[in-house]
């Protein structure tokens, strides 16, 4: 949904619900009819984990949704989710002919509608492997853990998720706010993954309640996947970060949503009415941090980022929308000082400048922005407690786990694998699937010839 002004919003009357409802099965198949069938699909060459684009589409438009699903089902256990926050510009929307018009087929819509017109039909496209290839535990249960542990049980293995959070989901269940990605959508998706045979304890902190060598030797898993992303937020190291009214962007995203379904009173949401909030960061969690803030009655948000615009790490459709809610920006604003008593008061900026060459440089300029809280959104990293409580797995000086290309996604302990964003940079969520896919038959090769091996050695 491309929004072109901010009276398309009623800011006073801002919620939490889903923003865009989606198609119906009249407009999906509409919208569907439009593809041009490409003998070379760019679409396909645009999306991340190789979905059959095409294929799906086409199946729609010829109005068989259950093949449709089925082909999407081929690449990704999550196609709800995918369909509702993944970067369909930069991606296949980005890559379609039809965009060189800019009128591409709506891909994430529709492959939103088919995963949601199966749910409510009931109707399930996976299907499951009649042989036992195994027993893998999985760490953390966000894009990359699921799509691990949906795709080893579709070939046949005994899968089992730890994840520390009561509810499974992670990222997608506590850092995405409702009026991007419903809960209830991560449950149903989620659910799809139990039906497979996947088994999800929730509550267990790996490196406290078990440990990865626990699940090797007492639990006697043939492998082990981490997936736990990067838990840790990064801080901004400059005078006056101890105040009160400082809080991280995910730890607010996590909060509301707690509040939004229940969890938690709205006295323990750290935004009060009538805050003037300032959010460092111009990714999409920045964003989703600002756009969360608006709704919480906060009288004014406003953005601060040391580049551009133009060189925002945030998509320009979550841009356009934070513009129509009445999101403020400061362009070109290195935070230099917090400032206040024991509560935050105002934020101290540098203005910055683009030189001919293109580079940022400070002016020496300092100005003030008032602010009642302030949000940081300048990224995360891994943390440490998985890895630190395992023997042999090495990380680089950032804390990433090192990992190998064969089998591809193991680390240096053998038998443990791991993928996401706890090896890479933070990415997308369709990103993290990709790298999960690849590590996913990274494990099944690596458990086929050690099964082998076992028997071989056992018949001697």
């Not at 198609?23 to 060459?45: D, S, Y």
């Not at 109005?63 to 196609?79: D, F, M, Q, T, V």
């Not at 060189?100 to 109707?123: Q, T, V």
């Not at 917090?338 to 203005?351: A, K, P, T």
Request: glycine share 10%; with cysteine.
């Amino acid at each position: 949904m491309k929004i072109d002004k901010q009276s398309d919003f009623d800011k006073e009357n801002l919620g939490f619900c889903e923003i865009d409802q989606g198609f119906g099965i009249r407009e999906a198949i509409e919208e569907a009819k439009r593809c041009l069938q490409c003998k070379n699909p760019t679409c396909r060459k645009g999306c991340p984990i190789d979905n059959e684009i095409p294929q799906f589409i086409k199946a729609l438009a010829e109005g068989n949704i259950g093949e449709a699903g089925s082909i999407i089902a081929k690449r990704s256990n999550l196609p709800a989710v995918c369909g509702r926050v993944c970067p369909h510009e930069l991606q296949c929307e980005g890559t379609c002919v039809l965009n060189i018009k800019k009128k591409p087929i709506k891909i994430g819509k529709i492959e939103r509608f088919i995963a949601d017109f199966e749910a409510e039909m009931g109707i399930s496209s996976v299907e499951k492997s009649k042989y036992y290839e195994g027993d893998v535990a999985v760490i953390g249960s966000g894009p990359a853990g699921l799509t691990v542990a949906g795709d080893l049980a579709k070939r046949g293995f005994c899968v089992t998720v730890y994840e520390s959070q009561l509810e499974p989901g992670g990222i997608l269940t506590y850092g995405i706010p409702k009026f991007r990605l419903d809960r209830e959508v991560v449950r149903r998706e989620i659910k799809k993954i139990e039906n497979l045979g996947v088994v999800f304890k929730t509550g267990v902190v790996v490196g406290e309640d078990i440990t990865i060598d626990e699940m090797l030797n007492r639990e006697r898993f043939d492998a082990v996947f981490i997936g736990t992303g990067t838990a840790l937020p990064k801080n901004l190291n400059i005078p006056g970060k101890e105040l009160t009214g400082i809080m991280q962007a995910m730890y607010l995203l996590r909060m509301v949503t707690l509040f939004n379904h229940g969890d938690i009173d709205r006295k323990e949401i750290p935004i009060d009415e009538g805050d003037e909030v300032v959010v460092i960061g111009a990714g999409n969690v920045a964003f989703d941090a600002a756009r969360t803030a608006l709704r919480l009655g906060a009288k004014q948000v406003t953005i601060v980022y040391r580049r551009t615009r133009e060189t925002m790490p945030a998509l320009q459709s979550e841009y356009e929308h934070a513009m129509a809610e009445g999101v403020q920006f400061k362009w070109l604003s290195s935070p230099v000082a917090f400032e206040g008593d024991e509560n935050v008061r105002s934020l101290q900026y540098e203005v910055q400048q683009v030189d001919e060459e293109g580079n940022i440089t400070g002016t020496g300029e300092l100005q003030t922005l008032a602010a009642d809280k302030v949000v940081i959104a300048i990224g995360q990293r891994p943390a440490a407690k998985v890895i630190s409580t395992a023997t042999d797995i090495e990380v680089n000086p950032e804390g990433y786990v090192i990992t190998k290309e064969r089998p591809y996604g193991m680390t240096t302990k053998k038998g443990v694998f791991a993928g996401g964003d706890v090896v890479h940079q933070p990415a997308t969520v369709v990103l993290a699937m990709k790298e999960a896919q690849l590590v996913a038959q990274g494990i099944a090769k690596y458990v086929e010839a050690k099964r082998l091996l076992e028997e071989l050695e056992s018949n001697d």
